[in-house]
């Protein structure tokens, strides 16, 4: 497949397309999706969107500052101690990375995080939350992600960038 693509910083104007990709994708309320749009403090300039030569959208990837115990409250309870030690770390999280049907497989992912990676030097880690029943684990462990933990809905991984995560990542995996 030939793959001409640009990739564009987002802004708060992609909202809209955003809130219609996640629930496409997902299958959530329409909603309740844009409910997090609006409060989970989407980091707008870290997020890409990947358009092809006629201007369609073919892959979002949306990033956010919001806090892991705004992902997962259970974790507080469970393991106050590692949330306060990943709280201490500075991080951004993928909030959704949704690539078009046809471009999956490709190198369109890659190229989408490599137009942030730079800018994600800047962090001691990313979050990454991923739903049990959805395909991309495998993806972020070749990463490098490491599972912190788990609840009823999603399987929580850090990906390290800095020493310091990549110490809790070592701790962790131990």
């Given amino acids: 497949?030939?793959?001409?693509?640009?990739?564009?910083?987002?802004?708060?104007?992609?909202?809209?397309e955003t809130v219609e990709w996640m629930t496409r994708?997902?299958?959530?309320?329409?909603?309740?999706?844009?409910?997090?749009?609006?409060?989970?403090?989407?980091?707008?300039?870290?997020?890409?969107?990947?358009?092809?030569?006629?201007g369609k959208t073919i892959g979002l990837l949306n990033m956010s500052d919001y806090r892991i115990e705004e992902e997962t409250?259970?974790?507080?309870?469970?393991?106050?101690?590692?949330l306060a030690r990943l709280d201490?770390?500075?991080?951004?999280?993928v909030f959704s990375f949704i690539v078009a049907e046809p471009y999956r497989g490709t190198r369109l992912n890659y190229d989408m995080i490599m137009s942030i990676w730079d800018d994600l030097?800047?962090?001691?880690?990313?979050?990454?939350?991923?739903?049990?029943?959805?395909?991309?684990?495998r993806y972020w462990k070749r990463w490098g992600a490491v599972e912190f933990f788990r609840d009823g809905m999603s399987v929580y991984y850090l990906l390290p960038?800095?020493?310091?995560?990549?110490?809790?990542?070592?701790?962790l995996s131990l």
Avoid: C
């Fill in 1 to 16: 497949m030939q793959m001409n693509y640009t990739l564009q910083r987002m802004t708060a104007a992609d909202a809209r």
């Fill in 25 to 54: 994708q997902y299958g959530f309320d329409p909603a309740e999706v844009e409910d997090w749009v609006a409060h989970l403090h989407f980091n707008w300039p870290l997020s890409v969107k990947a358009v092809d030569e006629n």
């Fill in 161 to 171: 960038l800095s020493p310091a995560a990549r110490a809790e990542a070592a701790r």
């Fill in 88 to 93: 201490a770390l500075r991080y951004v999280a």
């Fill in 73 to 82: 409250t259970q974790m507080a309870a469970e393991q106050p101690a590692l």
């Fill in 121 to 137: 030097q800047g962090y001691d880690f990313v979050f990454i939350p991923v739903m049990h029943h959805l395909k991309t684990h």
